[in-house]
């Protein structure tokens, strides 16, 4: 990856180095299984029945809507599944974190992994971001959880994803949480570039997450909108008339690249 501008290839003061990648994707449950999708011109979209949209809880008028789209891209491994144990959660604790928070300091583990670091090292940081939570509605519905809801909805802000990493992985860089919408994750590594170029940190993890639950449920099509109205997303092509949105997570690990070399 070359962050300047610079025509020099002979400098490389400006220049950043991709040392690891970890992600779950639609269809993908890691960047192997991503680039074969990619190279063999795999859709990544799930299209559902009446019946399965049915176990979501989808009101049946809405299903017979013509315009509600039974589609979706959503990752398709348990993303209930979290070992609490490892990262010292209690099973509470684990219970009532977003699975886009789990998820999240997994992959951020696994990259770290990946890239030939352990989370000891001294100067590491977090740049990333995620969507709004939707595991709030579940998590707020169980009587269990009565009096800490103010607790378990800062928890599971937006804001906190970078700085949980950093607290539940030792990392003692800069941890800032970034929201653009749909430049989210682009904008994260745009500043952790940045960060490594001003010498900030050493070490950089910068990505993206976003778990829409229920993950087996469709969307309504309007007419001049920006959604889809078959469930298909054309990128670049002429036939294309609307994008879809799924669930996903990408991380990379960033160093400059003199460093790296």
Not at 2 to 9: G, R
Not at 98 to 119: K, M, N, T
Not at 217 to 243: I, V, W
Request: aromatic share 8%.
């Amino acid at each position: 990856m070359k962050y300047s501008e610079s025509v020099d290839d002979t400098n490389n003061d400006l220049d950043i180095a991709i040392i690891g990648m970890a992600g779950r994707f639609p269809g993908a449950q890691n960047i192997g299984e991503v680039w074969q999708n990619l190279q063999n011109g795999v859709e990544s979209v799930s299209f559902f029945t009446e019946q399965e949209l049915g176990t979501s809880g989808i009101d049946t008028a809405q299903l017979r809507d013509p315009s509600y789209v039974k589609a979706k891209p959503l990752l398709k491994d348990d993303i209930g599944l979290f070992d609490a144990c490892f990262f010292n959660y209690s099973p509470k604790e684990a219970e009532v974190t977003d699975p886009q928070q789990r998820l999240f300091l997994e992959c951020a583990l696994e990259a770290l992994e990946v890239s030939g670091y352990g989370s000891d090292h001294s100067s590491i940081g977090v740049y990333a971001g995620c969507n709004s939570s939707s595991y709030l509605l579940n998590i707020y519905s169980n009587p269990d959880v009565l009096g800490l809801e103010d607790m378990i909805t800062i928890g599971n802000d937006n804001d906190s994803l970078s700085t949980r990493i950093s607290y539940q992985l030792n990392l003692k860089g800069p941890s800032i949480s970034i929201q653009t919408y749909c430049s989210t994750s682009l904008v994260a590594v745009h500043t952790a570039c940045q960060s490594l170029l001003n010498y900030e940190c050493d070490i950089a993890l910068a990505g993206g997450v976003s778990i829409q639950l229920p993950q087996i449920a469709g969307y309504n099509y309007h007419q001049e909108g920006m959604l889809s109205p078959d469930g298909h997303c054309r990128a670049f092509d002429a036939k294309g008339q609307g994008t879809i949105f799924g669930s996903g997570l990408g991380i990379v690990v960033l160093k400059r690249l003199e460093d790296a070399l």
